[in-house]
Nanobody, 122 residues
């Protein structure tokens, strides 16, 4: 089993920045085999929304709504993924969740963190 723990959320003014971190811990074999890692966000009454992903070799993809403002990165040695968020807007307010995935045969397994609140004041 692998546990994901996010940190770095908080309250900032519009135009400000935050850096989210997520550390994976637990079973050594599963940590070694983590595939893509990413960030999602969710606001009350809405479905969880994909924000950004990074593969094991560092290939990054972003949702259009955050492209050019957010940057995802990972440290495979530290089993961590980060989300640098700049030029924040009130509509970025959400609970942000870390996600990690594993390819196990023909099955894709995912794990989630508990979430960290990000609030952007206008």
């Amino acid at each position: 089993q692998v546990r994901l723990v996010e940190s770095g959320g908080g309250l900032v003014q519009a135009g400000g920045s935050l850096r989210l971190s997520c550390v994976a811990s637990g079973n050594a074999h599963m940590l070694r085999d983590i595939g893509a890692m990413g960030w999602y966000r969710q606001t009350p009454g809405k479905q969880r929304e994909w924000v950004a992903s990074v593969t094991t070799n560092g290939s990054r993809t972003y949702a259009e709504s955050v492209k050019g403002r957010f940057a995802i990165s990972r440290d495979n040695i530290k089993n961590s993924v980060y989300l640098q968020m700049d030029s924040l807007k009130p509509e970025d307010t959400a609970v942000y969740y870390c996600n990690a995935g594993w390819n196990v045969g023909s099955t894709y397994l995912e794990n989630w963190g508990q979430g960290t609140q990000v609030t952007i004041a206008s």
